[in-house]
């Protein structure tokens, strides 16, 4: 079946630091892949999503590029900030969109 | 986008007890679901909750242990019944946009803590 995995974590980095998280996706026909975003003590909120190969989604500084050769969607930012510290989720909604599937979270701290 | 209100936001229960968690939308959705968030895990579904009919389960979790009601098109409620320690969580509502974007929108949790 379809699912998501995402890099472990926690990671941890200095301000203004690169940033990836990598996540592959495994799924049948053309799915919708999103990051989500949980800060301490929230909900999960929409960070970017792509609904095609070769979509880039992009929000607040970060990035990611839907890879169907690759199956990947890696999330990047170029320089983090200490607001930034939190749980990323990638997640995949099948082609139908009936199902959802998360990746197991990746902690992020960034440190000044 | 969709404006989800969740309540309870936490709360602290006493084991073999129940606990009610209500969740508004500020739209009427067809589907509204409800996931589990274990501490440090990823989130898992319990059930689809759609009006007029009864909650579609996945496996792993049944009906007597986390009755649903979903009375109208804005609005349902998660009983979490005969709690113990290992139902501390974070449980989230969540629905789709009224846009139908395909992307989930989530409220802002209800935590449990079980003792």
């Known amino acids: 079946g379809d699912s998501v995995t995402q890099m472990e974590g926690p990671v941890t980095l200095s301000e203004e630091a690169f940033l990836t998280i990598n996540c592959t996706y495994t799924a049948t026909g053309y799915p919708s892949l999103f990051w989500y975003v949980q800060y301490p003590g929230e909900g999960l909120q929409l960070l970017l999503k792509a609904t095609k190969a070769d979509d880039k989604g992009s929000n607040k500084g970060f990035e990611a590029t839907y890879r169907k050769e690759t199956t990947s969607f890696h999330l990047e930012k170029g320089s983090v900030q200490v607001s930034d510290s939190a749980v990323y989720f990638c997640?995949?909604?099948?082609?139908?969109?009936?199902?959802?599937?998360f990746g197991t979270g990746t902690s992020l701290t960034v440190i000044p | 986008s969709a404006v989800i209100s969740q309540k309870p936001s936490r709360d602290i229960c006493q084991r073999g007890t129940s606990l009610t968690i209500q969740c508004q939308v500020d739209?009427?959705?067809?589907?509204m679901f409800w996931y589990r968030q274990q501490p440090g895990q990823s989130l898992t579904l319990i059930a689809t909750?759609?009006?007029?009919?009864?909650?579609?389960?996945e496996s792993g979790f049944v009906i007597d242990k986390f009755p649903i009601s979903r009375p109208n098109l804005t609005f349902s409620t998660l009983t979490v019944s005969n709690m113990s320690p290992e139902d501390s969580s974070i449980y989230l509502c969540?629905?789709?946009?009224?846009?139908?974007?395909?992307?989930?929108?989530f409220g802002e949790g209800s935590r449990l803590t079980v003792l």
């Open positions: 909750a759609n009006q007029g009919s009864e909650a579609t389960y």
């Open positions: 997640a995949l909604s099948d082609q139908l969109g009936n199902q959802f599937y």
């Open positions: 739209s009427q959705v067809t589907m």
């Open positions: 969540s629905v789709y946009g009224a846009q139908n974007t395909g992307e989930l929108f």
